[in-house]
């Protein structure tokens, strides 16, 4: 094997026996990291990178600018105010109604610790209003630290891949676990991390329904809010909106993160939009953990009050100028990243090319977009297989096991850390890749 492979298999099998690591695709998304990283440092080598999220482009300059200028200012000796300083409030909720057309008043629109921080508050919050519905359905495959967070709530979970439940399919696949009414929310991620399916108008309208008729919460992850670049997304105030469950029920919280819209990932801001419905409804159990019933007032100063006393003072003045420069026309924050779109493009081909097959290849009949993920299988190779087999290509990824997929023998591949360069080495491992395991 060490005459054929780009990187020795020598290093690569010392290496991760030492590890630890028994079975590959649970390896969480760092661990990956970690074992990636060794294996570069023995052999020289560098590897093509795509099992970690991290933005690869250069943070959005009116925040950095924004954030140095409230420093110099001296927010840095004040606590923020947990319900977000004014003006990120109102951008916010500008953003929203323009760039979605939907209508959240200042009030609902609160910075958290990231989009993490968010999905923290929200499972608490939607996790403990009402004791007959303790459990979180997850619409899969999903972002596999969002889990982590209910063990550490203790707040049980329910999912399923919506792979084979698409359309029409999803509206009884959804009630065989809402009939129970069990169920306090639904959580998805769209577009998605990690198959890059965007759920369409007709089933976010499905979701939307049956949260109205079921009295649950969904908790929309827009964490790649804009980025189906098949549409354009970009323009304030003129259609086509990011499409959202918020058209199509009152029971609703979206996340929305500055990490990969605006780069600004190391700063960790994000909000979250409680629908206005949502924000005044009364959860009597709530009073069981805290002096308010009210669904906003827990989670505002129940749940973030309680975690972080609020969101970093600077980088919510960083926010809140990246917003007003989208609301304002100013600044077209799709522009950038489009350059995700563009790469998976090339990078899909490349795999296509050598014999791989793309694992969640559709929105209903339209095929997936370009963006941040995609997903991928070698024929007759299952998933750990495959991970343990490309360390010897120098190609990292995280197997789709580990979130939530059925798919036995998929990767998620990420883009946006494989730079342009890149590409002539990636597509030259793949080629011997190929060569050595003929389908
Ligand atoms: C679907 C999804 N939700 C949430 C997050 C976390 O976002 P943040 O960096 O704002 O905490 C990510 C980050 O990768 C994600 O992919």
């Not at 780009?6 to 030492?18: C, G, L, Q, R, S």
């Not at 970093?312 to 077209?332: E, I, P, R, T």
Request: glycine share 8%.
């Amino acid at each position: 094997m060490e005459d054929i492979t780009p990187i020795p298999a020598a290093i690569v099998d010392e290496v991760y026996m030492k590890s630890g690591l028994s079975v590959l695709s649970k390896a969480s998304i760092r661990e990956m990291g970690k074992l990636v990283n060794e294996i570069e440092a023995r052999s020289g080598k560098k590897f093509i990178h795509m099992e970690m999220g991290v933005p690869g482009l250069p943070a959005t300059k009116i925040g950095v600018d924004a954030e140095i200028k409230a420093l110099s200012e001296g927010v840095a000796s004040i606590y923020p105010n947990i319900e977000g300083i004014p003006q990120v409030k109102k951008e916010a909720s500008r953003f929203v109604k323009l760039m979605m057309d939907v209508d959240i008043s200042p009030q609902g629109c609160v910075p958290t610790v990231g989009s993490m921080q968010g999905g923290l508050a929200a499972f608490m919050t939607a996790g403990f209003r009402d004791k007959k519905r303790d459990t979180i359905l997850f619409i899969d495959p999903g972002f596999p630290v969002q889990k982590q967070q209910l063990s550490l709530l203790g707040i049980p979970y329910k999912t399923f891949d919506v792979y084979r439940f698409r359309g029409d399919k999803l509206k009884d696949k959804l009630e065989s676990y809402l009939k129970d009414d069990n169920i306090a929310a639904i959580v998805y991620s769209s577009p998605n991390n990690p198959s890059w399916i965007c759920l369409t108008d007709k089933e976010l309208k499905i979701i939307g329904e049956k949260a109205t008729e079921h009295d649950l919460i969904v908790i929309e992850d827009l964490a790649y809010f804009g980025m189906d670049f098949r549409k354009d997304y970009s323009v304030p105030g003129e259609p086509p909106f990011q499409p959202t469950v918020a058209k199509y029920t009152d029971n609703y919280l979206l996340m929305i993160s500055a990490s990969k819209i605006f780069s600004y990932a190391g700063q960790r801001i994000a909000f979250v939009a409680i629908s206005d419905t949502l924000y005044h409804r009364k959860y009597p159990d709530l009073k069981l953990r805290f002096s308010s019933d009210e669904f906003g007032h827990y989670l505002v100063y129940g749940a973030l009050y309680g975690i972080s006393s609020g969101t970093s003072h600077s980088a919510q003045y960083a926010l809140a100028a990246m917003l007003k420069s989208v609301n304002d026309g100013d600044f077209n924050f799709v522009d950038p990243i489009k350059e995700y779109g563009e790469k998976a493009k090339i990078m899909k081909r490349l795999f296509l090319e050598n014999g791989f097959e793309i694992v969640y290849d559709k929105d209903e009949d339209l095929p997936l977009a370009d963006g941040f993920y995609f997903t991928i299988a070698y024929p007759g190779m299952l998933s750990d297989e495959l991970l343990k087999e490309f360390l010897y290509y120098g190609i990292s990824a995280i197997s789709l096991s580990i979130t939530g997929s059925e798919n036995k023998q998929g990767l998620r591949a990420c883009v946006s850390f494989v730079q342009r360069e890149e590409l002539p080495v990636l597509e030259e491992r793949l080629k011997i890749f190929a060569q050595n395991h003929p389908r």
